[in-house]
């Protein structure tokens, strides 16, 4: 994964990516490759997530995303997961919701979880 993300030209093809980070053991590369998407295949990062959505951390992705601003980015993968009920899914696509003046999303957002 690593040389795939340190020689994108000569080695990088999404569907083998995606398959093979899905096996990695070590959590934190998730991270180094939702970066990866962001740099250079920003509008493939929502296809990643799905992918890695089992074994991630929703709440630090959520916090990765605010605090670099990428929410509106990734909202595809928020509502994804937000059946999951975590509160800092919910929060942040109900932030989303109230920027977009979407209210029946944000009720529809609010009455289900």
């Given amino acids: 994964v690593?040389?795939?993300m340190n020689h994108p030209t000569e080695a990088w093809r999404e569907s083998h990516f995606k398959d093979v980070i899905t096996k990695v053991a070590n959590i934190e590369l998730y991270?180094?490759?939702?970066?990866?998407?962001?740099d250079f295949k920003p509008m493939m990062l929502n296809d990643l997530l799905m992918v890695?959505?089992?074994r991630?951390?929703?709440t630090r992705a959520v916090s990765f995303f605010t605090k670099n601003n990428y929410l509106q980015l990734v909202k595809p993968y928020l509502r994804s997961v937000q059946s999951l009920n975590n509160k800092a899914i919910n929060?942040?696509?109900n932030g989303?919701?109230?920027?977009?003046?979407?209210?029946?999303?944000?009720?529809?957002?609010i009455d289900a979880f």
């Fill in 96 to 109: 989303l919701f109230v920027e977009e003046d979407d209210f029946q999303g944000l009720r529809a957002s």
């Fill in 56 to 58: 991630m951390d929703h």
């Fill in 91 to 93: 929060e942040a696509l």
């Fill in 52 to 54: 890695l959505s089992p």
């Fill in 31 to 38: 991270y180094k490759a939702i970066q990866f998407y962001i």
């Fill in 2 to 4: 690593l040389t795939m």
